[in-house]
């Protein structure tokens, strides 16, 4: 469909500890230009969140990862295994505010892309 990026959007979940938070950003490690856009994508998104930035990890081993195309990040905007979050996520204002740091990094990211 020649897209220039593919995001996919997640929320996550520790079975471990009911205290993590925050949003983490996969990316393919063997692609820069995911490396890169997947940093954005953390970075804007926990900003416009307020979010703890837990930055970029692999996703090698996710299948739409490792097969993209173009560069990809799979963002997780937060914990349902944490009870504040989970509270977070389920209101409508989160969810925009969610939206619109995704749309900040993918703008940020075509004008990067154009100087």
Do not use: M, W
Request: net charge negative; charged share 25%; with cysteine.
């Amino acid at each position: 469909i020649n897209a220039d990026y593919f995001v996919s959007v997640h929320i996550n979940a520790d079975e471990r500890s009911r205290e993590s938070s925050g949003t983490e950003v996969l990316y393919y490690t063997s692609d820069v230009r995911s490396k890169k856009f997947s940093q954005i994508c953390a970075d804007q998104v926990s900003e416009t969140l307020g979010s703890k930035n837990r930055g970029i990890t692999d996703g090698d081993s996710i299948y739409i990862i490792r097969n993209a195309k173009v560069p990809v990040a799979l963002i997780e905007v937060g914990f349902l295994s944490n009870n504040a979050e989970f509270n977070l996520l389920c209101s409508e204002s989160y969810k925009k505010k969610a939206a619109e740091g995704i749309y900040n990094a993918i703008l940020e990211a075509y004008e990067s892309k154009e100087q």
